[in-house]
């Protein structure tokens, strides 16, 4: 072998090496989620066909806000008919605190790994002290819940990130729940929105993020479809997903002008995405 063969040799090598270097340090996300609550109107006109088209995206998960309608039977023979999954699904505050056993059995019926409360009616924010209040209910509705094998979440706007009494709410739940029974999903459009750094509280508390929701912001801060030109560092802040615990990367719009388009404009961006 000559000089010259010898020295393109060792280049093509050392190319390859690199490549595959580079293959191992990039990660990108196994399976996207659809939270249905984006094609809620469409869901109601057709269950059936609805989970069809989501699936039909490349969706392999999805999130269910409500069954409406349907009994826990019923909708998992739908999503396994389309090859999906539910691995989560948002229950509302009441049910979770007053109600929990039927939940609980709904879960184990759909599948689901995670129940997540989505949201904490203004009238109830309004009652002092009643922060302290909720975190004691998720502590009881979290240790039920892993006694039943599925982990309780919540799920985060952005009035968490308004002070009460000198403190944010979102930092008072995770101060005064157990890091083992309460975990968060992060939607990370309304934590940015609520003027929150998303990696500041991945941060200071790893591995307690399992599922984040994943919404674009345009220029201006509006809710729009995930892509390039959204104002969140979507590289940035998915380069921290072990330290995060993410597990499930789970898309939504609560207000798209077409539902459809916007989970496929979504998929079609994050598919590729590299971080």
């Given at each position: ?6 020295l ?31 094609v ?7 269950f ?8 039909s ?16 039977k ?56 009643i ?22 979440a ?21 101060a ?40 674009g912001r ?16 979507w590289?940035k ?11 499930h ?15 496929k404009e ?10």
């Amino acid at each position: 072998m000559d000089r010259r063969t010898f020295l393109g040799t060792m280049t093509a090598a050392a190319l390859l090496a690199r490549g595959v270097a580079r293959a191992f340090d990039e990660h990108k996300i196994d399976k996207l989620g659809a939270e249905l609550y984006t094609v809620r109107e469409q869901m109601k006109a057709d269950f059936d066909g609805t989970l069809a088209k989501v699936a039909s995206i490349g969706y392999r998960e999805v999130e269910f806000a409500g069954y409406l309608g349907h009994d826990p039977k019923q909708v998992k023979a739908a999503i396994d008919a389309h090859g999906l999954a539910a691995p989560s699904a948002h229950f509302p505050y009441d049910q979770v605190t007053t109600n929990l056993p039927a939940v609980l059995e709904a879960a184990h019926t759909v599948g689901h790994k995670y129940l997540v409360c989505p949201f904490i009616d203004e009238k109830m924010r309004k009652q002092p002290g009643i922060w302290k209040q909720i975190a004691e209910n998720f502590n009881r509705a979290g240790e039920a819940a892993q006694k039943a094998g599925i982990q309780f979440a919540y799920h985060n706007h952005s009035f968490e990130f308004e002070p009460v009494d000198g403190k944010l709410p979102y930092d008072m739940l995770l101060a005064d729940t157990d890091p083992k029974l309460v975990k968060m999903e992060m939607d990370l459009y309304w934590t940015v929105k609520g003027g929150a750094d998303p990696l500041t509280y991945f941060k200071r508390y790893p591995g307690r993020f399992p599922l984040v929701h994943v919404k674009g912001r345009d220029k201006d801060g509006n809710m729009a479809s995930v892509s390039a030109d959204n104002s969140i560092d979507w590289k940035k802040i998915f380069a921290h997903s072990e330290e995060a615990g993410i597990r499930h990367y789970i898309v939504e719009h609560d207000n798209p002008p077409d539902p459809f388009e916007s989970l496929k404009e979504s998929y079609g961006y994050l598919e590729q995405l590299r971080f």
